[in-house]
């Protein structure tokens, strides 16, 4: 496999197992758009880190009893043998990417496969996976009616620099949580939308002053909260500013710009101007379940969370932190671009999803049959089996238009705020990013001036990635 400079410096740098793996693979063939095997029956395997009765078992049980008889059945009534394995395994995460990578870098492994959306620039860039459109041709991916159903930006989970390497099978969204009560305790509108930071500012500070005793906003800002603090704070903060943590078009980090520091101010005025949020809540190892608690018990004006908050800490039946009459108290809101039109794409409101998906192996033998069976398992009648039994939001927005319509909150992610979405860049460089931008978030919220934080982090940045590959505003 050859490694050229320029993409070594693009995709900055390979996680250790899979770039070791990858260096001692040998090089493997790829045709542009392999044919099918036609002379006799087709076999066919799935692989996904779920097993029955362990790790993810709904989706184990969905692929084993509908998604496999289904598939066979409807190539049989179509004159096709074809028969379909699942692979599943129950490990940890790591374990299962590196087993991936294996299997890939040696020209093996399964002809559907499931990652998450953060290995595939990753997987790209070490030639494990291509896009789609090279394995079973672009008349056959484009002519698929279900991208009609994808949210472009939910696409974006499974695509790297504009090609598409796969298609999602499930996200989520981050939105603004607020409690009605105690906004209608502050005089403040119960249907409250801001459109701007300064918006938000106001609301907490009318928050602070008719309730002292009421912490009036909380963002994840600590090192202790890990990767929310990136996606529930750093990147929709980011976003909000017109800029990209990563920008694929470049292959530069945002290092330190204007928008950089526009962030870490907020951070800054929340946590230390303005005293509208409780600094040392971000400093806690068990931070951000204090602050589930804390909104759960109306001792928090406004949380930025994803919908997990609502589905799983505050369920009032099954959360580990209910509030009984959930529905009623509480109430939620797009997050806004720093000013109207400042977002990108010149958007007004923002959010980050995550979330992953499946690929086809670049040395399938059947890419026509293995394209089918994607296809089926992200139909709309497979997707909405999956998720038969427990409401979540798909990737599909027909499916969410059928299952959400019982739960306001889920709809409203899935309508409102998909659209507007953006991921995570899915380099295997960015967990190493993404904790310097938690310090740098800490650092400002814990009193170090924005300026000397935001010159910490494009530091430790470049030492990362290389100054070559950061944009600096200096």
């Given at each position: 496999?050859?490694?050229?400079?320029d993409?070594?410096?693009?995709?900055?740098?390979?996680?250790?197992?899979v770039l070791?793996?990858?260096?001692?693979?040998?090089?493997f063939?790829?045709d542009?758009s392999?044919?099918?095997d036609?002379?006799?029956?087709?076999?066919?395997s799935?692989a996904?880190n779920?097993?029955?009765?362990?790790k993810?078992?709904?989706?184990?049980t969905w692929i084993?009893?509908?998604v496999?008889?289904?598939?066979?059945?409807?190539?049989?009534d179509?004159?096709?043998d074809v028969?379909?394995?699942?692979q599943?395994?129950?490990v940890?995460?790591?374990d299962y990417?590196?087993q991936?990578a294996l299997?890939?870098?040696?020209?093996?492994?399964?002809d559907?496969i499931a990652i998450?959306?953060?290995w595939?620039?990753?997987f790209a860039?070490?030639?494990?996976i291509?896009p789609?459109?090279?394995?079973v041709?672009t008349?056959a991916?484009d002519s698929?009616?279900g991208?009609?159903q994808?949210?472009?930006?939910v696409?974006?989970l499974?695509?790297?620099?504009?090609?598409r390497?796969?298609?999602p099978?499930g996200?989520d969204g981050?939105i603004?949580?607020?409690?009605k009560?105690?906004f209608e305790?502050?005089?403040?509108?119960?249907?409250?939308?801001?459109t701007?930071w300064q918006d938000i500012?106001d609301?907490?500070?009318?928050l602070?002053?008719?309730l002292p005793?009421?912490?009036p906003?909380?963002?994840d800002?600590?090192v202790s909260?890990?990767?929310?603090t990136t996606?529930?704070?750093v990147?929709?903060?980011?976003?909000?500013?017109?800029?990209?943590i990563y920008?694929?078009?470049?292959g530069?980090?945002?290092?330190?710009t204007?928008?950089?520091?526009a962030?870490l101010?907020l951070y800054?005025?929340?946590?230390?101007n303005?005293?509208?949020?409780?600094?040392?809540?971000?400093?806690?190892?068990?931070?951000r379940?204090?602050?589930?608690?804390?909104?759960?018990?109306?001792?928090?004006g406004?949380?930025?969370?994803?919908?997990?908050?609502?589905?799983?800490?505050?369920n009032p039946?099954?959360?580990t932190?209910?509030i009984?009459?959930?529905n009623?108290i509480?109430?939620?809101?797009k997050?806004?671009a720093?000013?109207?039109?400042?977002?990108i794409?010149?958007?007004?409101f923002v959010s980050?999803?995550?979330?992953g998906g499946?690929?086809?192996n670049?040395?399938?033998q059947?890419p026509?049959?293995?394209?089918a069976?994607?296809?089926?398992?992200?139909s709309h009648?497979a997707?909405l089996k999956?998720v038969e039994?427990?409401?979540?939001?798909?990737q599909?927005?027909d499916v969410?238009?059928?299952?959400?319509s019982g739960?306001?909150?889920?709809?409203?992610?899935s309508?409102?705020?998909?659209?507007i979405t953006a991921?995570r860049p899915g380099?295997?460089v960015?967990?190493?990013v993404?904790?310097?931008?938690?310090?740098a978030?800490?650092d400002a919220a814990?009193g170090?001036?924005?300026?000397?934080?935001?010159?910490?982090y494009e530091?430790?940045?470049?030492?990362l990635?290389?100054?070559e590959?950061v944009?600096?505003?200096?």
């Amino acid at each position: 496999m050859v490694w050229s400079a320029d993409r070594t410096r693009r995709g900055a740098l390979l996680g250790a197992s899979v770039l070791t793996l990858a260096l001692a693979a040998p090089a493997f063939a790829q045709d542009a758009s392999p044919a099918a095997d036609d002379s006799g029956p087709v076999a066919l395997s799935i692989a996904s880190n779920a097993i029955v009765g362990g790790k993810n078992d709904a989706e184990a049980t969905w692929i084993e009893n509908y998604v496999i008889p289904t598939f066979e059945q409807m190539m049989a009534d179509q004159g096709k043998d074809v028969t379909v394995t699942f692979q599943g395994r129950g490990v940890a995460d790591e374990d299962y990417k590196a087993q991936l990578a294996l299997d890939l870098g040696a020209g093996t492994g399964d002809d559907v496969i499931a990652i998450d959306g953060i290995w595939v620039g990753e997987f790209a860039q070490a030639g494990f996976i291509t896009p789609l459109d090279d394995i079973v041709g672009t008349d056959a991916v484009d002519s698929w009616d279900g991208w009609d159903q994808i949210p472009e930006a939910v696409q974006g989970l499974m695509s790297f620099e504009g090609a598409r390497y796969g298609v999602p099978a499930g996200t989520d969204g981050r939105i603004l949580y607020f409690r009605k009560d105690l906004f209608e305790q502050a005089g403040l509108p119960t249907d409250w939308q801001p459109t701007s930071w300064q918006d938000i500012l106001d609301a907490a500070q009318q928050l602070k002053d008719a309730l002292p005793d009421v912490n009036p906003l909380q963002i994840d800002a600590g090192v202790s909260m890990g990767e929310a603090t990136t996606m529930q704070g750093v990147l929709p903060l980011l976003v909000g500013t017109g800029k990209r943590i990563y920008d694929e078009d470049t292959g530069q980090w945002l290092g330190d710009t204007p928008e950089f520091e526009a962030m870490l101010q907020l951070y800054a005025d929340i946590y230390q101007n303005l005293k509208l949020g409780d600094a040392d809540l971000q400093l806690r190892q068990d931070g951000r379940d204090r602050s589930f608690q804390d909104f759960a018990d109306g001792r928090i004006g406004m949380l930025l969370e994803g919908d997990y908050l609502w589905r799983g800490v505050i369920n009032p039946d099954t959360g580990t932190s209910p509030i009984p009459d959930r529905n009623e108290i509480v109430g939620w809101a797009k997050i806004p671009a720093e000013q109207p039109g400042s977002g990108i794409n010149g958007q007004d409101f923002v959010s980050m999803s995550g979330g992953g998906g499946r690929v086809l192996n670049p040395n399938t033998q059947h890419p026509a049959e293995a394209w089918a069976l994607m296809e089926f398992m992200n139909s709309h009648d497979a997707v909405l089996k999956q998720v038969e039994n427990a409401a979540r939001i798909t990737q599909r927005q027909d499916v969410n238009d059928e299952t959400l319509s019982g739960d306001p909150l889920l709809s409203f992610v899935s309508q409102e705020v998909l659209p507007i979405t953006a991921t995570r860049p899915g380099l295997a460089v960015y967990p190493q990013v993404s904790q310097l931008l938690q310090k740098a978030a800490e650092d400002a919220a814990s009193g170090v001036s924005v300026a000397d934080a935001a010159q910490a982090y494009e530091s430790s940045l470049q030492d990362l990635v290389g100054a070559e590959n950061v944009a600096s505003g200096s």
